[in-house]
């Protein structure tokens, strides 16, 4: 059998192809102006939560009774009860989130960088720092600090806390700050970091977020037990310096369990903490510095004494990241999780309860109480 390709006009014609090509040009850039001229329209754009097994049923429940639902009464009812659904599971899941009676810290894998949300009973939101791996193509507040959020139905965050202005901290910080509204903002300082950082800094004046810098022991936020505050006054020590041992140190606790979150601090910025006899002791840490050499000191790490680590690193950078006399540091401690291999690790706090939740594994296990 012959196959014959068909013979269109741009054989036959090429000058006619030519000029059909050139109108065709012409409809796709005036659509594309159309489309942008639209997309500066306010609430343009609706960004909505991923949607859950129960919410996709019911769409195409609702799809398909409209379209038979002059055919039996069978239709009607199913389309007002798909839509009864479809309303009440978002507010059932905000209702849900009001009335948790526990805190939930979760480090975000976003490559070599660090994030953590810390979710508190009450409903608030708070984001410690929120920076990774990223490009012109791939911001990581648009890809994955944002998506995380609103799959959890979170649509404000509270309070952003960046611990110094390293890019891998704050690179997806801007989105958020446009996307969920938070009310302030905490830096380590105001004049310190590139360009890309006093852009955010704008960013958040023009979007009216008030821009605080918090003293040693000031409580960022408090709610019942829970208390969120910077431990260290390195940020506030005069001269450059530099700028990762001018990191806030993060501590959260609620009388039982305290989360240290210590940035990017070397070993000379551990030590001075350690020599004013800063109460470091947590029971968990979030390794400083991604795991690198240049942190983690011994004396540091039995001042923490924490029964968990967890290093927020890349997956490219394995041989500094963590270094491999730091890792054995912290498992003769205890239970190291990478985000690099575990993907996100998530704490829920209740008491004296803990538990932990990984990408591919989920365990609960009890910690004593006094590790504040």
């Not at 600090?145 to 404000?156: G, N, V």
């Not at 409580?219 to 019942?224: E, L, Q, R, S």
């Not at 037990?225 to 940020?235: K, T, W, Y």
Request: contains cysteine.
């Amino acid at each position: 059998m012959d196959f014959f390709a068909p013979v269109g006009p741009i054989f036959l014609a090429p000058e006619i192809a030519s000029f059909l090509f050139h109108i065709g040009a012409v409809g796709i850039h005036l659509s594309e102006y159309i489309i942008g001229l639209l997309s500066t329209i306010p609430f343009s754009t609706l960004r909505l939560a991923q949607p859950s097994l129960y919410e996709i049923v019911l769409y195409y429940i609702l799809i398909i009774s409209l379209l038979s639902f002059r055919r039996h009464h069978l239709f009607r009812v199913l389309c007002l009860c798909s839509i009864a659904g479809l309303l009440a599971i978002p507010s059932y899941a905000k209702i849900k989130k009001s009335t948790q009676k526990y805190e939930s810290i979760s480090f975000l894998d976003v490559g070599h960088g660090n994030c953590t949300i810390i979710e508190l009973s009450n409903g608030d939101t708070v984001l410690v720092d929120g920076g990774g791996t990223s490009s012109e193509k791939f911001n990581i507040g648009e890809m994955i600090i944002a998506p995380f959020l609103w799959e959890k139905r979170i649509q404000k965050v509270n309070d952003v806390i960046i611990s110094h202005s390293d890019a891998d901290h704050y690179n997806g910080i801007r989105f958020i700050l446009r996307h969920f509204s938070p009310d302030t903002l905490w830096v380590n300082s105001l004049e310190h970091g590139d360009e890309k950082f006093q852009e955010l800094l704008d960013e958040a004046d023009r979007l009216h977020i008030k821009i605080c810098i918090p003293n040693t022991g000031e409580p960022i936020v408090t709610h019942d037990n829970v208390r969120i505050e910077n431990i260290a006054s390195l940020h506030l020590a005069k001269g450059r310096g530099k700028d990762n041992n001018k990191s806030l140190v993060i501590k959260v606790s609620n009388g039982e369990t305290a989360v240290l979150l210590p940035g990017d601090i070397e070993k000379n910025a551990e030590q001075e903490l350690l020599d004013r006899g800063t109460n470091l002791n947590a029971t968990v840490l979030l390794a400083p510095h991604h795991g690198s050499p240049s942190s983690s000191s011994d004396a540091f790490v039995q001042a923490v004494s924490p029964e968990y680590i967890v290093i927020s690193a890349g997956k490219f950078r394995k041989e500094r990241f963590p270094a491999p006399e730091v890792l054995n540091r912290y498992r003769k401690l205890g239970t190291v999780f990478n985000t690099a291999i575990r993907g996100t690790v998530t704490f829920k706090i209740s008491g004296g309860q803990l538990q932990i939740e990984t990408f591919n594994s989920r365990k609960k296990t009890e910690i004593p109480p006094g590790r504040t």
